[in-house]
Structure formats: structure tokens, C-alpha cells
Nanobody, 124 residues
Framework: QVQLVESGGGLVQAGGSLRLSCAASGRTFSSYGMGWFRQAPGKEREFVSAISRSGGNTDYADSVKGRFTISRDNAKNTVYLRMNSLEPEDTAVYYC?????????????????WGQGTQVTVSS
């Protein structure tokens, strides 16, 4: 069993920045890939970014590429999502998830545990 707790969400103006954190506990964090997803009201949960267990391999949704950066600190059991140049379209609940399989995951069903989410609201 693993517990994931997101933090760092909030209200920001368009063009601003936020850094989300996801702290993991309960299992060996460094052995597993991590991902960030988001879900806006009335929409399906969508992939944002993923990172391999070592942090050496990352990927992003086209909509955030060049603006968001995923990273992890295995010593702190934490994964981060740095979000720059935020747009109103980025408004959503952001979730982190852990994946007990090799490689990056791009679909919600490729992850095994989820956090409760943190709200990000970008005003225009």
C-alpha cells in the first residue's frame, strides 16, 4: 500500500507559475514510475506528464510541453510538477499517481495508486 499526498495548488493569474508536490509513503518510492494527470469539470482525466523511476526519462502532453517540468527527489520520496506560463485552460484538479510497472504510463488505467488531488485555478 502507498499513500500519495499532493500540495501546491492554488489560484494564479494567467502567465503565472506554480509548483505542485506529491509526497509518497508506504513503499519504496524510487522503484516506481510516477505521473501527473488533471481533470477539469465535465471532462475526463487526462495525462499531463510522467517520469521514470530514476528520473532519467520524462514525457509530457503536447498541451503542456515547454511550459511544465516534472522532476523527482527519491531521497525525499517526492515528485514535482513545475508549471510556468499558466493558462486558464490549465484549470483543473491535478492528481499524482504511482505506477508499479516498467516504462512510462500515459493512461489512467496504467497507474496503481492515486492521490486525492490539488486544485489549480488560473484566472484570465
Amino acid at each position: 500500500q502507498v499513500q500519495l499526498v499532493e500540495s501546491g495548488g492554488g489560484l494564479v493569474q494567467a502567465g503565472g507559475s506554480l509548483r505542485l508536490s506529491c509526497a509518497a509513503s508506504g513503499r519504496t518510492f524510487s522503484s516506481y514510475g510516477m505521473g501527473w494527470f488533471r481533470q477539469a469539470p465535465g471532462k475526463e482525466r487526462e495525462f499531463v506528464s510522467a517520469i521514470s523511476r530514476s528520473g532519467g526519462n520524462t514525457d509530457y502532453a503536447d498541451s503542456v510541453k515547454g511550459r511544465f517540468t516534472i522532476s523527482r527527489d527519491n531521497a525525499k520520496n517526492t515528485v514535482y510538477l513545475r508549471m510556468n506560463s499558466l493558462e486558464p485552460e490549465d484549470t483543473a484538479v491535478y492528481y499524482c499517481a504511482i505506477r508499479y510497472r516498467l516504462g512510462l504510463g500515459y493512461g489512467p488505467n496504467e497507474y496503481d495508486y492515486w492521490g486525492q488531488g490539488t486544485q489549480v485555478t488560473v484566472s484570465s
